[in-house]
């Protein structure tokens, strides 16, 4: 077989075999085959696509790839959720302690941002000390233990990813369904749960643009799922402006901490309840998802909810100090307020502006070698729909950049919100619900 010919296959547009896909993986891991070879097939499934078998092959094959990780030593039913990227989106440290609370189990491995997108291991990373790297049988003692653990994922877990993921992420073809729905569930799958909660983000800041392709991309993944006999569910939530209010690391954990305390904003705490209760319903731990929802509430009302941050923070090395006293965390030199410029309502924060702008302001990396500044970001005053006077405040930056560097982004920050004379409608943050 000769790595040219299935290139060339692809390209006008027929099926690749279940052996084809496996030689390409299997030589793409070993290095037999070179990144240019498989820039160009992933250049042809992002035009030509692939069918159902061919992503499940896929999928399977990168899953495979490297270890696949035995949970059973930890009793119940494991959940765990995967975003497929956005602004703002701290769910995760909302989410998890939330869920750990009412007694759901999550050993969740979560990556790093790149881009304009961020990434929870960062994130976790802004509290001083702690720490994402745990082996494997650390991960089962401490979700034994207290019910949750986020870690990095190994170097051994679904190696394929990790090689095809750098490479299209530099080579224009990661909006790609079947891609993104191989990449999710190898990773997914090889990580041992048995339950799998999927948001699809929708909307400019996201991979997917429109409802529809990100229905297509939900339903993908959970046939995926459902084939192998995990139980896998997809909300479809609103990603045209930044989730929440912050985007930034430490100014997300501050404002997940805010969260955990039920002061939360309105779109990020109903993401949090809306996939908190389908994950209850999932692990078997509630009946129903009212019931799971209540539960949710009240693990946020007694303090509960909290008190699990509080409990991974410090099995995780973390200086709970910073949680209890969020003010303690670092704060960046330069704090400038952005002004509305005219009067109305605000129709757009586009959130791929304000994610590219954070990055620029030291909050993201463009390469993985970069090194964030924790304290950077932005955080927003207003969202979708608020009526505002010429001279409000629309949002804060926070930067360790020089004056030089940090005026051309507040020009960039300006031009991603858009204004209307008329009301505006707001969009629900969750958009959709996709199981089998
Ligand atoms: N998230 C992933 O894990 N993989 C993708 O391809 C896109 C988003």
Request: aromatic fraction near 4%; include cysteine; glycine fraction near 10%.
């Amino acid at each position: 077989m000769r790595m040219v010919d299935l290139i060339i296959k692809k390209r006008d547009g027929h099926e690749l075999t279940n052996e084809e896909i496996k030689f390409w993986i299997d030589g793409y891991v070993k290095g037999e085959i070179p990144d240019y070879q498989s820039s160009a097939m992933n250049m042809a499934i992002f035009f030509r696509g692939m069918n159902k078998r061919e992503i499940a092959t896929l999928t399977d094959y990168m899953e495979h790839s490297g270890e696949v990780i035995d949970l059973s030593a930890i009793s119940g039913i494991k959940v765990d959720k995967h975003s497929t990227g956005g602004v703002g989106d701290k769910t995760s440290l909302v989410l998890g302690p939330m869920v750990a609370a009412v007694g759901g189990k999550l050993a969740k491995m979560s990556g790093r941002g790149l881009g304009h997108t961020g990434g929870t291991l960062d994130k976790l990373e802004s509290i001083p000390g702690l720490s994402i790297s745990k082996t494997k049988e650390e991960m089962i003692e401490q979700v034994n233990d207290i019910g949750i653990a986020i870690i990095g994922q190994t170097s051994s877990l679904v190696p394929a990813d990790k090689k095809l993921y750098a490479l299209r992420d530099v080579t224009g073809t990661v909006e790609s369904i079947p891609l993104i729905a191989a990449s999710v569930m190898s990773k997914k799958l090889a990580s041992g749960t048995n339950a799998i909660l999927l948001d699809v983000t929708v909307g400019e800041g996201a991979f997917m643009k429109n409802m529809d392709s990100a229905r297509e991309l939900a339903k993908t993944m959970v046939e995926i799922g459902d084939s192998l006999n995990r139980d896998t569910v997809a909300v479809l939530s609103d990603m045209s402006e930044p989730l929440g209010l912050a985007v930034g690391n430490n100014l997300e954990v501050k404002e997940a901490i805010a969260s955990l305390h039920g002061k939360g904003p309105e779109d990020l705490m109903e993401l949090c309840y809306t996939s908190g209760s389908i994950m209850l319903v999932q692990a078997k731990v509630c009946k129903t998802l009212e019931e799971a929802r209540a539960k949710l509430h009240e693990a946020v009302e007694n303090g509960k909810a909290f008190e699990k941050l509080v409990q991974m923070v410090a099995a995780q090395g973390g200086d709970v100090s910073y949680i209890k006293n969020p003010e303690k965390f670092e704060m960046s030199k330069n704090i400038v307020e952005i002004r509305c410029e005219e009067d109305g309502y605000i129709k757009a924060i586009n959130a791929l502006e304000i994610g590219i702008s954070a990055m620029k302001l030291g909050a993201g990396r463009e390469t993985l070698e970069d090194v964030i500044d924790m304290s950077a970001g932005i955080v927003l005053d207003k969202k979708i729909g608020a009526k505002v006077n010429k001279g409000d405040l629309l949002c804060t930056i926070y930067t360790n950049k020089s004056k030089e560097e940090y005026l051309p982004v507040i020009e960039e920050i300006k031009s991603a919100y858009k204004f209307s004379k008329e009301k505006v409608e707001i969009l629900p943050v969750i958009r959709e619900v996709i199981r089998k």
